[in-house]
Structures are given as C-alpha cells and as structure tokens.
C-alpha cells in the first residue's frame, strides 16, 4: 500500500503533467514552483521507510526529470534549439494515474514537439531564402537523429526480446535437465535397494551353505570315529 508522502507525489505529478499539457503564458510560475516540489519529494520518498520499489522510484525520476528538461527547453529562445532540446526528452513509460491510457507525459512530448515543429515553420516564412535552406537542413538533420533513435530503440527492443525468448529457451532446457537428473537419481536409488536386497539375499543363502558343510562335516568326522572304534573293536591288534 502507498505511503502518505508516495501519494501526494502521485496527486503533484499529476497536476504538473496537466498544467504541462496546457498552453501557458510566459508569467505562469506555479509549473516551476511545482517541479522543484516534486524533486524535494522525490528525495524524500527515496529516504522513507516505506519507499516504493526501485522499479517504481526509476520512473518517477523519469517523469521527474522529463519536467525539468521540458521547463528548461521552454525557456531557450530559438525554435531550433527548443527541437533540438525536446529531442532528448524522456518521457514517462507507465501512467501516473489507473484513468490514464497514455502516459500523459509521453502526451506532453508529443505536443512540445508539435508545438516547436510550428514555430520552426513560422520562423521559415520570415527567414531569407539562404537561412530558410540552412533551417531545412537542420530540419532533415533532425528528422534523421529522430529516425535514428527510432531505429536504436526498435533494434533494442528486439534485441531484449531475443534475450527474453533465449532466457526462456534456457530455462526449458535446465528445467528438462533437472527432470531428467531427477528420474536418474530416482532410478540409482532404486538400483540400490535392489542390490542392496540381493545382497541380504545372498549373504543368507552363503550362511546357509555354510552351514549345510558344516553339519557335513561333523557328521563325516562322526562316521569316521566311530567306523575306527567298530574297526578296532571287531579287528583287535595282533599279537
């Protein structure tokens, strides 16, 4: 369950990702006011005894961090360089609240980018021929590290679904290795017993053999004695 402290940062970051969404003027302040509160929290919720996850923490520093760097891109003059800017912005990966579909600072991000894409377009219509030529290119300069990022995070996607479906693959094999160690084990305890019972088996039948030979061999050496006497007896010694 949320602490306290988790739950009215949840309530803050919430209304800075709104009042982000929204056109503001240039004296509006409660945004920034609002941001430096949420990293205070932040750095207090890090500390409590009843901190969230390190998962959880990892994407409200995100969240965090993207409102700071949108706060600063706002304030850079150019529109190039506020492009250039938000091309570097992480935004959210998860909602902030359950009623959210998108994460709505991934929603922020795409309307900054909307936003300096037209007043990068505006800027064009008053430039020079020349400067309007140079704007294009730092257009299509960006256009491309944006195809590229595109690209980097596609190909690490499949690259962490390769590793997910290897990992899976191992742990089919490990866990068929186990069954098969399990079953092997079983069968050597089983063969143990066995010969374990042969044996019993066998050292009582060796103890009857013996015995048998035994009581051979005093009833052999019964004989004997007495077939001498007989003999002496019947046979006396000459004289």
Same mark, same amino acid.
């Given at each position: 369950?949320?602490?306290?402290?988790?739950?009215?940062?949840?309530r803050l970051l919430s209304r800075c990702e709104n009042m982000a969404s929204e056109k503001r003027g240039e004296a509006e302040w409660r945004?920034?006011?609002?941001?430096?509160?949420?990293? +205070?929290?932040?750095?207090?919720?890090?500390?409590?005894?009843?901190?969230?996850?390190?998962?959880?923490?990892?994407?409200? $520093?995100?969240?965090? +961090?993207?409102?700071?760097?949108?706060?600063?891109? /706002?304030?850079?003059?150019?529109? $190039?360089?506020?492009?250039?800017?938000?091309?570097?912005?992480?935004?959210?990966?998860?909602?902030?609240?359950?009623?959210?579909?998108?994460?709505?600072?991934?929603?922020?991000?795409?309307?900054?980018?909307?936003?300096?894409?037209?007043?990068?377009? +505006?800027?064009?219509?008053?430039?020079?021929?020349?400067?309007?030529?140079?704007?294009?290119?730092?257009?299509?300069?960006?256009?491309?590290?944006?195809?590229?990022?595109?690209?980097?995070? /596609?190909?690490?996607?499949?690259?962490?679904?390769?590793?997910?479906?290897?990992?899976?693959?191992?742990?089919?094999?490990?866990?068929? +290795?186990?069954? $098969?160690?399990?079953?092997?084990?079983?069968?050597?305890?089983?063969?143990?017993?066995?010969?374990?019972?042969?044996?019993e088996r066998l050292e009582q039948h060796t103890k009857k053999s013996v015995n048998w030979l035994l009581w051979l061999m005093l009833i052999?050496?019964?004989? $004997?004695?007495?077939?001498?006497?007989?003999?002496?007896?019947?046979?006396?010694?000459?004289?």
């Open positions: 369950m949320a602490s306290r402290l988790e739950i009215n940062f949840i945004l920034e006011k609002y941001v430096a509160a949420l990293v +205070d929290m932040l750095v207090a919720l890090r500390k409590s005894p009843s901190k969230p996850t390190q998962e959880i923490l990892t994407e409200y $520093t995100r969240k965090v +961090d993207f409102l700071k760097g949108l706060l600063e891109a /706002e304030k850079l003059t150019s529109p $190039t360089e506020k492009a250039l800017a938000n091309q570097f912005l992480a935004p959210g990966r998860t909602p902030t609240i359950a009623n959210e579909r998108m994460p709505a600072t991934k929603t922020v991000h795409i309307q900054s980018k909307a936003r300096c894409t037209g007043e990068m377009r +505006d800027e064009l219509l008053v430039l020079p021929l020349d400067e309007r030529q140079s704007a294009a290119e730092l257009d299509a300069v960006l256009q491309r590290h944006h195809n590229l990022q595109e690209k980097l995070a /596609e190909d690490m996607l499949n690259l962490a679904r390769n590793l997910k479906n290897n990992t899976l693959a191992a742990q089919n094999i490990i866990k068929q +290795d186990n069954q $098969t160690l399990s079953q092997s084990m079983r069968q050597a305890d089983l063969n143990f017993e066995k010969l374990k019972t042969e044996s052999l050496v019964s004989f $004997t004695f007495i077939s001498m006497i007989l003999f002496i007896r019947i046979f006396p010694r000459l004289r």
